[in-house]
């Protein structure tokens, strides 16, 4: 799961747990005033009817006619009025209209007075259709008891809290999708940083440490993290450049040494007085420093190669010419080893570059071809232009690259285990060096092998307009 993802959980979460709270809290506040008001006005209505009967006792006409009244009138929560004689067991008064038929046949008796009791009537099979009652005693004129009876409709009430309901579940969900988009967006913004600095840290290479994040200036979380990248590219910037000079200066100074001995060795050979075993050992030592010279000016080479990010000077460069001037240099060592070397080319191959780095880079991609192909096999280079790209593709039939040297086969002084020893010659600087030409051309180089079914180097190079 990312980390974009693992924050919107946390943020919805967090919204959606103390959203559902707060809209529970405001509910429960409502329902609660809701129903404590119908009850206060429940107990009013029950107050106002022991005073009508005690304003009317003795003259039950006109009793009866007031009570009516308020019973039927159109009223906002219906009400019901009974007036029930214990002692006859009988109803002296009963207004019921919307509920009669569900009433008691002898009401729950309450208290005396101001303490009623409260009941619960069901009038129909909806949870909504309900009628409170509240019940009472009181002493009528000839000081019998009596019963009063007032009931009111809840199915006001519960509309009001349903509704209420389904509001705050309408704004739950709402602010639910707003804060998951929120949470999406504001986890974006937060990574977008993070991402842009992940980007920029994978274009990074050995040639371009020199670049640098770029700063919006706030000294945040994102701010430091910038900075210490930064910091860590200038240092790392710093130790390469130091084994690169390294590399420079060592290189360099071996070559007048190396010089030195290449020529005492040349003279001694060639004096008489040397005998002809020392003459022999002489020479095999000249071969080993003239390997010595090929990696010294291989390693010059490359940090000429590294320290430069561009091309200084280019010019127009025929690579059908290039391939045809190495056709001329090579025919005669794959002759040697009974190798069939073929180069074919098409028409439009010119590229903007430097006609000897590339050459440099064919030939040794040629050279490693004719070497690791045993004698009856062929070495072949195929030119072709398409979609503005040079292709040129260096085949042969040899011994192949394991699989687990073609991502290291670039690499500097790599070898494979058997196939590319010491003993069939080179430094392991060639296919180095082809690389970094082909990438200081705006090109690319890769390669595809099989162990036994030989070698294919790809080079693309920008075709020039």
Request: net charge negative.
């Amino acid at each position: 799961m990312t980390v974009r993802r693992k924050l919107l959980l946390w943020y919805s979460g967090v919204f959606f747990i103390s959203s559902t709270f707060l809209v529970a809290s405001v509910f429960a506040l409502f329902a609660h005033k809701l129903q404590s008001d119908f009850y206060s006005h429940l107990r009013d209505e029950y107050r106002e009817h022991m005073r009508v009967i005690q304003t009317y006792q003795g003259n039950p006409v006109a009793f009866r006619q007031a009570i009516s009244v308020e019973v039927l009138a159109r009223r906002i929560f219906p009400i019901s009025i009974r007036l029930y004689d214990p002692t006859q067991n009988k109803d002296v008064l009963l207004l019921a209209p919307y509920w009669e038929s569900f009433m008691p046949a002898v009401p729950d008796v309450g208290g005396v007075g101001d303490e009623p009791r409260i009941s619960r009537l069901q009038i129909g099979e909806d949870r909504e259709d309900v009628v409170y009652l509240l019940t009472g005693c009181f002493a009528g004129a000839d000081g019998e008891l009596m019963i009063l009876q007032v009931g009111m409709a809840y199915k006001r009430v519960y509309k009001r809290i349903l509704q209420m309901a389904q509001y705050m579940i309408y704004v739950l969900l709402t602010g639910l999708v707003m804060s998951v988009a929120g949470g999406w967006l504001l986890a974006g913004r937060s990574l977008d940083a993070m991402d842009e600095i992940a980007t920029a840290l994978e274009k990074v290479q050995a040639e371009s440490l020199s670049k640098r994040l770029e700063s919006s200036g706030e000294q945040d979380e994102i701010g430091r993290i910038i900075a210490s990248v930064n910091n860590m590219l200038a240092r790392l910037e710093q130790a390469f450049r130091q084994l690169k000079d390294f590399s420079a200066d060592a290189a360099h100074e071996l070559r007048t040494p190396l010089a030195a001995i290449k020529c005492r060795l040349e003279v001694a050979i060639e004096s008489d007085q040397t005998s002809e075993g020392s003459r022999q050992v002489m020479s095999d030592l000249l071969q080993q420093v003239e390997s010595l010279n090929g990696i010294v000016n291989n390693l010059l080479l490359l940090a000429r190669l590294d320290a430069s990010e561009r091309l200084e000077k280019t010019e127009s460069v025929d690579l059908r010419g290039i391939l045809a001037d190495l056709s001329e240099v090579f025919e005669v060592l794959a002759q040697q080893k009974g190798i069939e070397l073929k180069i074919l080319t098409g028409e439009g191959n010119i590229v903007s570059g430097n006609p000897t780095l590339l050459h440099r880079c064919f030939a040794d991609l040629i050279e490693n071809g004719i070497r690791y192909t045993p004698s009856g096999g062929s070495v072949s280079v195929v030119l072709t232009t398409e979609d503005g790209i040079c292709r040129t593709v260096v085949s042969d039939t040899g011994i192949g690259i394991k699989q687990d040297d073609l991502e290291k086969i670039f690499d500097r002084f790599y070898r494979g285990e058997e196939s590319r020893s010491r003993v069939t010659g080179g430094t392991g600087l060639g296919l180095s060096i082809c690389r970094r030409i082909v990438e200081l051309h705006g090109g690319s180089v890769s390669v595809k092998s099989e162990p036994g079914k030989g070698a294919i180097f790809t080079v693309d190079l920008p075709r020039m307009a």
